[in-house]
């Protein structure tokens, strides 16, 4: 049975940096995409970026280009999304989701989310 765990979030100032994490069970990252999303309070899920080995790293949304970045650790099975230079508008419960291919609308496995909090 797959199982997506993220871990890392946290409370950060605004300015600071957070890495989240992605490990799944039962299935081996480096041969599947990796998406990242996230869930404002009171707004709908919005995807951020993914990545695979076919399509590279698509993103999104404009808005996280330059400050998020995603990263493989083939040895520990783990996808990484680095956050830098975070926003009160970043705050979100993120959720990472992984699949056969990139697909902002539908991946099949998802983690039970981390909150991430961006406040003074």
């Known amino acids: 049975q797959v199982q997506v765990v993220e871990s890392g979030g946290g409370l950060v100032q605004p300015g600071g940096s957070l890495r989240l994490s992605c490990a799944a069970s039962?299935?081996?990252?480096?041969?599947?995409?990796i998406g990242w999303f996230r869930q404002a309070p009171g707004k709908e899920r919005e995807g951020i970026l993914c990545n695979s080995k076919s399509q590279g790293t698509i993103y999104y949304k404009d808005s996280v280009k330059g400050r998020f970045t995603i990263s493989r650790d083939s040895a520990e099975n783990t996808v990484y999304l680095q956050l830098n230079s975070l926003k009160p508008e970043d705050t979100a419960v993120y959720y990472c989701?992984?699949?056969?291919?990139?697909?902002?609308?539908?991946?099949?496995?998802w983690g039970q989310g981390t909150q991430v909090t961006v406040s003074a």
């Open positions: 039962a299935l081996t990252l480096d041969l599947y995409a």
């Open positions: 989701a992984t699949d056969i291919r990139c697909d902002v609308e539908s991946m099949a496995f």
